[in-house]
């Protein structure tokens, strides 16, 4: 009784004056064959396979100039819970209001998903299953030609009385400051990405390291061309308090031959560590921070943050076809050269900084307004530095196959 009358209070707020309520949710099992995703098959490696799913519960709701935001979030491997077991698993994905100042200023608190620019340094990492979100401020100010935003963030692990010591999180950033200014003149944008982070230094209660990435962003697109440049600097301290000096790259190229083919060529260069100036105590491998992962440099993953190339860095270049409008279709293939940007030893030795080739082949097929399949197949074909990188002698073919399908139904909406 008292569960249904609060149920009607809650939709009699919800739907009372101007306020408008939407109530949707996502359902996204995937199914993954892994038999060399992410680490090197062996001759005594057998193949992986296994479901996840993530289920989400969205409210939103509108009322005068506040616009605020639910999202309760399960994630699970299927079978890992016992039958009739009592496993908690729901968590807060996101739970924050935006609050219109005027025409082009809003302010939006609490817990949200955050994307800025190609999501390279910044991204709410959708294809992550749980997916990435921010305890903070936004403030945003956006019109027909420039675009300002400013992310505060100040973590803590529990309620103190004295101090702000963050042992409990030392993984995570303690301080966040992040500010995107962008100008568009026409066909043309220039952008900077400003991100100061700060982590505890390990095995103390008051020390700080914090580290500062900046750069710029031109972009060019008019008819059918697309091109885009991005250079960003690395400085400060690192987690462990190394000096940071590291560099980051990219550009590209997409023509649109029409409405259905489109082809993107380019190059992303990631500045690494001399490993054979052994007196170089400074850290030089450039980390990409917040940003997504797994949608620039393969499907395979192998290449994703700077231990996985032994801080040595990574040269990505890459071509992409990608076709649409084949009936509910869309069709992408992927090629990728890999390749170290700085010196590797193995051995005492210097070895070839070539790692890998890879093919990608993803399609996506939408059945409906609301739910979309996906299948892709990743292969990858590696030198014997990236061995000796990853400590394991291939065999066979590395591959990884997934099949993923994504449920958005709407429950209500006045």
Known sequence: ??????????????????????????????????????????????PAYFVTQRTRLNLAHTYNNVFS????????????????????????????????????????????????DNKRLFSSANWNQVSSSHDGVTLDFLNKSFNFKMITAFNQAKVSNFGTDYSDQISNYKFLNVIWLEKKFGDFSLANLTITDGYQKEGTTNTDYYRLTSGAIAKYKKESNDIQFRGFYQTGKNKKGQDVSAYYLNASYAHSFNSALKLTGGIEYKSGNDLTDTLNLDDNAFDILYGARHGFNGMMDYFSIPGTTKNAGLIDTHLKFDLSKVKNWKLSARYHYFALANKYLYENKEQDKFLANEIDLIATYKMNDIINLQLGYGMLFGSKTLEYIKGAEADGLQQYFFTMITVKPTFFKN
Do not use: H
């Open 1 to 46: 009784m008292k569960r249904g009358l609060l149920f009607i209070i809650f939709i009699t707020f919800f739907l009372s004056g101007k306020a408008q309520l939407k109530v949707d949710a996502e359902y996204r099992p995937r199914f993954e064959f892994r038999d060399g995703y992410k680490a090197i098959k062996t001759e005594d490696s057998d």
């Open 69 to 116: 935001k639910i999202s309760i979030q399960d994630y699970r491997v299927w079978g890992e819970s016992k039958l009739k077991a009592d496993d908690p698993g729901l968590n807060l994905f996101e739970a924050y209001f935006k609050l219109k100042l005027n025409e082009g200023w809003a302010l939006t608190t609490g817990r949200q998903a955050i994307n800025i």
